[in-house]
């Protein structure tokens, strides 16, 4: 069984920073993406920011993209979400997930395993 567990949220005024990171422990088995997900009050989970097993590719929602960078440590099996230049509307709890196999997927469906979520709110 995979567990998933994030930290570093927290509340940040905007234009400041946060390094969200999301450590895995458990027994994985084989290549896997990862991926970050969040999900506002009265909002459906959207998609953030995927990453390959490798590291080589990545993924990002158009809200995000120049502001944060998903990158991988497996050698610590960790996950990290740098997020620079915060907006108010980047408050949410973030989800990080993991999904077996090659492909990096952009959905929350395809993935297998879900962290418990860390909240990152952005004041004005």
């Known amino acids: 069984q995979v567990q998933l567990v994030e930290s570093g949220g927290g509340l940040v005024q905007a234009g400041g920073s946060l390094r969200l990171s999301c450590a895995k422990s458990?027994?994985?088995?084989?290549?896997?993406?990862m991926g970050w997900f969040r999900q506002a009050p009265g909002k459906e989970r959207e998609f953030v920011a995927a990453?390959?097993?490798?590291?080589?590719?990545?993924y990002y929602a158009d809200s995000v993209k120049g502001r944060f960078t998903i990158s991988r440590d497996n050698a610590k099996n960790t996950v990290y979400l740098q997020m620079n230049s915060l907006k108010p509307e980047d408050t949410a709890v973030y989800y990080c997930?993991?999904?077996?196999?090659?492909?990096?997927?952009?959905?929350?469906?395809?993935?297998?395993?879900w962290g418990q979520g860390t909240q990152v709110t952005v004041s004005s």
């Open positions: 997930a993991l999904d077996y196999g090659i492909i990096v997927p952009r959905v929350a469906s395809e993935y297998d395993y």
């Open positions: 458990g027994r994985t088995f084989g290549i896997h993406a």
């Open positions: 990453i390959s097993w490798s590291g080589g590719t990545s």
